[in-house]
């Protein structure tokens, strides 16, 4: 897949993900700065990669998340970059993040190669959006092949419905 940063294009590492896979493990770091597995989330989780939280596409989509997550039931909404665990959480506080966790891949850089969005060029994390149901399935997926746009908002909520 072709992927670009206002219209230049990037490298990602890794196996890109489709529905119907198994979720690929991985080691975070939360806000308190311990390590979070993919067996440490359970239920139905919502994995929203972003470049960094603290950019004006992704502050939007994390806010609409935060939105939505507050009207859904047994759904967990995640935020993943590259940003500091200490800078996740001074965003979501002055922001208001309540229902969307974030959570850091900066020392293993696991999640984005596992996932398939780690940008080469740039050490950071491709915007994307992977659901995953109880069973560790990939229930939905969306690679934005332009990482500057936000993600089909419709279709990740009808899937979570």
Do not use: H
Not at 35 to 63: A, H, N, Q, W, Y
Not at 72 to 92: E, G, H, K
Not at 138 to 157: A, G, H, Q, S
């Amino acid at each position: 897949m072709k992927v670009t940063f206002q219209g230049a294009p990037l490298t990602l590492k890794g196996k890109q993900l489709k529905v119907g896979d198994k979720a690929p493990d991985f080691t975070v770091i939360d806000n308190e700065l311990n390590p979070l597995k993919l067996d440490d989330t359970k239920g139905k989780r919502v994995f929203l990669s972003v470049p960094s939280i603290d950019t004006p596409v992704c502050d939007m989509e994390v806010r609409r998340f935060n939105t939505e997550a507050s009207k859904l039931n047994n759904v967990t909404v995640y935020t993943i970059s590259m940003d500091l665990p200490f800078a996740q959480a001074r965003w979501c506080g002055a922001a208001g993040i309540e229902n969307v966790k974030t959570i850091s891949d900066y020392k293993d850089r696991e999640f984005g190669k596992n996932y398939g969005v780690y940008i080469n060029e740039l050490g950071l994390l491709s915007r994307a959006v992977f659901v995953v149901d109880e069973d560790d399935k990939i229930i939905y997926v969306e690679y934005l092949e332009e990482i500057t746009e936000e993600p089909n908002y419709d279709k990740v909520l009808d899937v979570l419905k």
